[in-house]
């Protein structure tokens, strides 16, 4: 019989770590695919591979960061395999996103707005990283596991996603003034 756990103690302390940065991860996966459900069903799936690998976790190590690599692996994984699909439109969608009257809210909000819009734009390296180092806090020796490349080059990707917003940036508030 195969046996994901030596003992239940393994299991509780998967699941405790789990518990404990289940936030992080949700907020990782929404950020990543920009979608409520998705992120839901990416870190159910991160979770449940995660949960089947337990074994492999090296205790002492970074349990967040572990997961976070899972989740971004799926992602990955998720985005080539439907990139290779056709692109399918939803009507609904379609039909409510044209029926949507004029924005007509305040500079704040249309700055929120631009501003996801212009990380949304950012190559998917560039975005992961700047989201592990902001939103989630990580040091770069955390985003470096996370993303498995060294660290010079979170650095690099950090930098160079900073540029880029401060550019869309610039470019935004030249435009609405």
């Avoid at 990543?32 to 337990?54: H, I, M, P």
């Amino acid at each position: 019989m195969f046996r994901l756990f030596q003992n239940e103690k393994s299991k509780e302390s998967f699941e405790d770590n789990l518990l404990e940065h289940i936030d992080s991860l949700y907020n990782f996966a929404y950020r990543l695919t920009r979608n409520r459900e998705e992120a839901e069903d990416l870190v159910q799936e991160a979770s449940f591979r995660g949960f089947k690998a337990y074994h492999k976790f090296a205790e002492g190590t970074n349990f967040k960061a572990w997961m976070f690599t899972i989740v971004r692996n799926i992602f990955i994984n998720e985005y080539r395999k439907k990139s290779r699909e056709p692109l399918k439109v939803n009507y609904e969608e379609v039909e409510n996103f044209i029926s949507l009257p004029e924005f007509t809210g305040f500079e704040e909000e249309l700055f929120s707005e631009a501003l996801q819009q212009s990380l949304g734009q950012l190559p998917e390296e560039l975005r992961t990283t700047l989201m592990l180092f902001y939103v989630e806090e990580l040091p770069y020796k955390e985003i470096a596991e996370v993303m498995k490349c060294p660290i010079g080059t979170v650095m690099s990707r950090l930098f160079m996603a900073r540029q880029c917003m401060k550019k869309k940036m610039i470019l935004l508030a030249k435009k609405e003034y």
